[in-house]
């Protein structure tokens, strides 16, 4: 099957809560907005980050230009890379539903990204 890019995205990812100061663990919130397939034009996530680990997971939402929205749960992987402040993102989203044209959506896809802080 072809790859095939969902979504083009400039993100804002924020640390909006930190749930164990020892491990470190984190709730990050993110917003995206850019262009895709299937018309998708924004997305949004929360998820939870073990920075020790890099390990992380949670729910996503892409929304199209009509406002129909698909939902989805992921998990994800930080990678440092070479360069100090960037990191390599790999990870898997499952399709859990959505609203108007993806009402009943399910299935799974895989991304990756590259984070700058």
Same mark, same amino acid.
């Given at each position: 099957?072809?790859?095939?890019?969902?979504?083009?995205?400039?993100?804002?990812?924020?640390?909006?809560?930190?749930?164990?100061?020892?491990?470190?663990?984190?709730?990050?919130?993110?917003?995206?907005?850019?262009?895709?397939?299937? =018309? !998708?034009?924004?997305?949004?996530?929360?998820? %939870?980050?073990?920075?020790? +680990? /890099?390990?992380?997971? &949670?729910?996503?939402?892409?929304?199209?230009?009509?406002?129909?929205?698909?939902?989805?749960?992921?998990?994800?992987?930080?990678?440092?890379?070479?360069?100090? =402040? !960037?990191?390599?993102?790999?990870?898997?989203? %499952?399709?859990?539903?959505? +609203? /108007?044209?993806?009402? &009943?959506?399910?299935?799974?896809?895989?991304?990756?990204?590259?984070?700058?802080?």
């Amino acid at each position: 099957m072809p790859k095939e890019t969902i979504l083009v995205i400039e993100d804002d990812s924020d640390i909006v809560e930190i749930i164990d100061p020892a491990v470190p663990v984190v709730r990050v919130a993110s917003s995206a907005s850019g262009s895709g397939s299937f =018309g !998708v034009v924004g997305y949004s996530s929360g998820d %939870i980050v073990n920075l020790a +680990t /890099g390990a992380g997971a &949670g729910f996503n939402r892409f929304i199209d230009a009509g406002g129909d929205e698909l939902f989805g749960n992921f998990t994800v992987q930080l990678i440092p890379t070479s360069e100090p =402040g !960037v990191i390599d993102l790999i990870g898997t989203m %499952i399709f859990t539903g959505g +609203t /108007g044209s993806f009402f &009943g959506a399910t299935g799974s896809a895989g991304f990756t990204g590259q984070g700058v802080f």
